[in-house]
């Protein structure tokens, strides 16, 4: 799988991750999502909270590994 092609699994993956405050939006839509990229074999998913201190960010680092980890190998 190329790199381009890992990338956009993986955001595919992720546009189903919602902000468990407001489920009717995507940590996308949000902005909460800032950028996904890849450093060698890993891949980095960089995110923002709407606000400092925001309570819902382990939540949504949770909901994110289990995107990815559902979507199966993203190699």
């Known amino acids: 799988m190329t790199p381009t092609e890992r990338l956009a699994r993986a955001r595919v993956a992720l546009d189903g991750v919602t ?3 407001i ?3 995507t940590i996308a ?3 909460v999502l800032r950028d996904l990229r890849l450093d060698g074999e890993t891949l980095e998913v ?3 909270p709407t606000y400092s201190g925001c309570p819902a960010m382990n939540v949504i680092a ?3 590994e289990t995107a990815l ?3 199966g190998p993203i190699r």
């Open 19 to 21: 902000d468990p405050e």
């Open 23 to 25: 489920p009717v939006l």
């Open 29 to 31: 839509d949000l902005g």
């Open 46 to 48: 960089v995110i923002t």
């Open 62 to 64: 949770l909901d994110i």
């Open 69 to 71: 980890a559902g979507c």
